[in-house]
């Protein structure tokens, strides 16, 4: 069993940046694929990014060239890094693990782009 606390979250000017943390707790083992989702107000939630364990990369397009996903398997750690933030990307962001089959959320954390 994992769980997983996402943190980072804020208010923040169009514009600006963010940078998401989440931490594992329990094993990382048969964990194969980790990222990130959101879910915006009124609509459904939907994948941002998303790496594997060779490191492979996915973003959805309305974040490629802005977003980078990456990880520190020592620290148990997922990040997201969020550079020329617009309000459209205000939501609530998921962190995500596929492990053994399984899917695991966070809790979530909220980031509000807004002037």
């Known amino acids: 069993q994992v769980q997983l606390v996402e943190s980072g979250g804020g208010l923040v000017q169009p514009g600006g940046s963010l940078r998401l943390s989440c931490v594992v707790s329990g094993s990382i083992l048969g964990i194969n694929v980790m990222g990130w989702y959101r879910q915006a107000p009124g609509k459904q939630r939907e994948m941002v990014t998303i790496?594997?364990?060779?490191?492979?990369?996915t973003y959805a397009t309305s974040v490629k060239g802005r977003f980078t996903i990456s990880r520190d398997a020592a620290k148990k750690t997922m990040y997201l890094q969020m550079n020329s933030l617009k309000p459209e990307d205000t939501a609530v962001y998921y962190c995500?693990?596929?492990?053994?089959?399984?899917?695991?959320y966070g809790k979530g954390t909220l980031v509000t782009v807004s002037s």
């Open positions: 790496i594997n364990e060779q490191d492979d990369t």
């Open positions: 995500n693990a596929l492990k053994l089959g399984i899917d695991v």
